[in-house]
């Protein structure tokens, strides 16, 4: 068999030594970035008109002031301000590695080499080929019976898939069901599902969804109890009208509430005796949990009929049983994702396989512990300015202050201005939360944005 004349690119000895050039080259420049660092004074007025414009622009402002340079080191991003901020939401939960990690460096450069920016479903390279093959592999690891992956660009594109999946599966059905405080994504239809009235405001309803209540750790017997009724009293309302039900294991925008095995148990024997496909979204929680998927981590493998994740895998995908198979024409886009994308995904699926990411004393449950140990000594000097934490794994979060909003946000800013970035998540109570770049984060790292946010707590306890 002849060698590929793009095997012989990628081998060329002129391409292994532009790596080592550029790897050495990154390295010495992203070790300039040691610490948090003060915005430019000379950049601010510049940094300020480019953000006022481009929020105007794209009609509506950014969250926060934050352009980033193009440059990072590991938890340590620069902004185009000339500042440097500690990451601990990356991108909402998107920069796993932290900032210019070299190994995604390296797989940048093999996407550069591989001949177009962006891989569709009618022409794709063979290196979208094992991202599959090991997302499968991970499922099946996991003892899941999902056979099939289908590819796309973003967790509301893969969720969009998945619905159409079980709709199509049960001709008919038109409802859908979902736990109250859910986030799903925000095209037309994932917006009903998402239970949060401000984003679908204007919008017409166009999917039934019925909302099952929560678990409730403070409660476990009764929430339980709770959300079993409303899904009978539902069942019974609509029978045979529900395709199937969008499962969040974890509340992700909605505060990070955990739920539980038992109490999935009895909600997902309520489906199966109904027919009742069972999804489970995991754009947010793969990877994160003592598990790869949290639906392992909660022990329910064996239910699962449809799955999607995303973020952390810089790209999404939805996972399905061979029950759920599409027609033809169902499902497809011009984009499959960014031929980097793919590239970075190899790599981080491959970390998950063979790092020391998961089981008890994984990285995700240490990191976990590191930071909450920090912040419970906060809640333990400050009762009143800090309430958890709460969370698991890579999800971390807190309630500040009285959990307002408006206070969140005041809170959100301050900690940016000092040099760290958190986002919020929930309402009544509103919480801080923390998605960190579990791999590369370190105590040091932990320690500072730790002292920032009681530092911060202090000078804003009377906000
Ligand atoms: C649970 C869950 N589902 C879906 C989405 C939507 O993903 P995306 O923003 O990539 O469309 C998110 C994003 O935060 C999420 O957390």
Redesign the pocket.
């Known amino acids: 068999m002849a060698t590929l004349i793009a095997d012989e690119l990628a081998s060329d000895p002129r391409v292994l030594q532009a790596r080592e050039l550029l790897t050495a080259a990154l390295r010495d420049h992203q070790s300039k970035l040691t610490g948090i660092r003060g915005p430019d004074p000379a950049r601010a007025a510049e940094y300020a008109k480019i953000i006022a414009d481009f929020s105007q622009a794209r009609a509506g402002g950014l969250y926060f002031p934050y352009l980033g340079s193009g440059l990072g080191n590991g938890a340590l991003v620069e902004l185009a301000d000339g500042s440097v901020k500690y990451d601990f939401i990356s991108g909402?939960g998107v920069h796993y590695l932290g900032h210019s990690h070299p190994l995604l460096l390296n797989s940048g450069i093999s996407a550069a080499l591989s001949d177009t920016v962006m891989q569709g479903n009618l022409q794709q390279n063979r290196n979208s080929t094992p991202i599959v093959a090991l997302l499968l592999q991970m499922v099946k690891t996991a003892g899941a019976r999902l056979e099939h992956c289908f590819l796309t660009t973003?967790?509301?594109m893969a969720?969009e898939n998945a619905l159409k999946l079980m709709f199509q599966r049960k001709p008919g059905a038109a409802r859908m069901l979902a736990f109250e405080h859910g986030?799903?994504?925000?095209t037309l239809a994932l917006s009903q599902i998402t239970d949060k009235p401000q984003y679908r405001a204007g919008l017409p309803s166009i999917l039934p969804v019925d909302y099952i209540p929560f678990f409730d750790a403070s409660d476990p017997k009764g929430s339980t109890e709770k959300a079993v009724l409303a899904l009978r009293t539902y069942l019974h309302r609509y029978p045979g009208q529900h395709a199937g039900m969008c499962i969040?294991l974890i509340l992700?925008?909605g505060g990070y509430w955990l739920g539980d095995h038992d109490f999935f148990r009895l909600i997902l024997t309520e489906l199966k005796a109904h027919q009742i496909a069972v999804w489970f979204?995991e754009?947010?929680t793969f990877g994160r949990t003592s598990r790869p998927f949290a639906f392992e981590h909660y022990d329910l493998a064996q239910w699962a009929d449809v799955v999607t994740v995303?973020?952390l895998t810089q790209l999404?995908a939805t996972l399905l049983t061979p029950e759920f198979k599409p027609q033809p024409g169902l499902l497809s886009q011009t984009f499959t994702a960014s031929a980097s994308a793919i590239a970075a995904a190899e790599v981080i699926l491959k970390m998950m396989i063979q790092g020391d990411l998961f089981g008890p004393g994984g990285r995700n449950m240490q990191v976990h512990a590191m930071i909450t140990q920090r912040l419970e000594a906060i809640a333990a000097r400050h009762p009143y300015l800090l309430r958890g934490p709460y969370g698991l794994g890579g999800m971390i979060a807190f309630t500040p202050l009285d959990g307002s909003e408006a206070k969140v946000k005041i809170l959100l800013k301050a900690l940016f201005d000092a040099g760290v970035i958190a986002f919020y998540a929930g309402s009544n109570p509103a919480r801080i939360r923390m998605l960190p770049p579990v791999p590369v984060v370190t105590q040091r790292d932990i320690d500072i944005v730790c002292d920032i946010v009681e530092s911060t707590l202090v000078a804003c306890a009377d906000i």
């Open positions: 909402i973003s967790g509301a969720n986030f799903c994504g925000r969040e992700g925008e979204d754009i947010q995303g973020k999404c």
